[in-house]
Each structure stands twice: as structure tokens, then as C-alpha cells.
């Protein structure tokens, strides 16, 4: 006959009143009575709250990501491809005009988005551009080629120039565009800090 003795519970602390005492019934017990579990209570129902609103908040944001069309995610990935273009070319003048100044800056594309999609998100493509060349000048096209052949060489011109095989993006094609350009922006951030 073997004895097995029995491992005294330790005593705790009661969250509610401070008192000591040992846990009858459950090792997670953090309270003494029902009276001090009434009065702590409201606390545990501010974090169960916030844990529920917060779990709320992550399914309405992956409904609303169900919900996304194909335009959704290519108009996200232009804007995401067009903040990295500003940022990259941050030091440089407008690729048309050649000047710096204060207002605001495109991205601008020297085939447009209309005439040749597959090069939308090419970074051979796409240069800043201030706002007044690239929508009241219609890009200025003419000093933007000039700027560009000086900038990438007449090669490069070329090819952009050239035929192209139509490209139609896929949803996951533009997160993946989105995912890289955000890392790229991060990189340029970094290193400029």
C-alpha cells in the first residue's frame, strides 16, 4: 500500500479585497468569495470587452478585404507604386519641366496607363513629375523624353517605346506589387532617417 500525499494548496492574494486565502475549487480562482467576484467583476469586463471589440475589428477588416474588386486592389498598388516613385526621385527636379518647387508632385507615367497597361507599374516608366506638366501639360511629353533618354539612355527608350505583351493583373498579383513597393518605401525611409 503506497500513501500519496496531497500537495497543500499555497495561499493567494484576493484581487478584490486584498485578503489571503486558499483556492477551494480551481487554481485560477483569484478571488475569495462570491461577494469579492460581484465587486471584481466590471474589471474583467473591460478586457473581455476590448478583446471582443478587437476580434470584431479584425473580422469586419477581413469582410471588407473579401468584399475588395480587382480595381480596389489596382487603384491601392498604384497609389502604394506612386508614393515609392515620389520618394525615390525625392532629390530630383521634375522630369519635364526641371524645376523644384514647392507644389505638389506626380507620379507621372511617360506611357500612360491608357496607351500601354503592362507598364503601369515599371519603374522605367514612371518618374516624378510636377503636378502642373503631368495634368495641365498632359505630361509635357516632349521634354519628359528628352529629360528621360539623358536620365536612362536611348536603349531603355527604346524598349519602353517598343511593343509590349499585354499584362492583365490579377488580385494577387497587385498584393504582391503592394507588398513590395511598402517594403521598398520602408528601405528608402530607413535609409534616409
Known sequence: MTRVALKEVKQKTCKACGGKFRPSFNSTQVVCSPKCALSHAPANQQKA???IDQRERREIKARKEKLKSRADHMREAQVVFNQWVRL???????????????????AGHYRTTAACPELRFDPLNV???CSPCNTQLSGN??????????????????????????KRYTIDDLKAIKA??????????????
Open 49 to 51: 470587452r476590448k478583446a
Open 127 to 129: 518618374h516624378k513629375q
Open 88 to 106: 525615390r526621385d525625392e532629390a530630383l527636379p521634375c522630369i519635364s519641366c526641371g524645376r523644384h518647387h514647392q507644389g505638389k508632385y506626380d
Open 141 to 166: 511629353i516632349v521634354e519628359y523624353r528628352l529629360e528621360l533618354i539623358r536620365r536612362i539612355g536611348q536603349e531603355q527608350v527604346d524598349w519602353i517605346e517598343g511593343p509590349h505583351e499585354a
Open 180 to 193: 513590395e513597393y511598402r517594403a521598398k518605401i520602408k528601405q528608402l525611409k530607413e535609409a534616409a532617417a
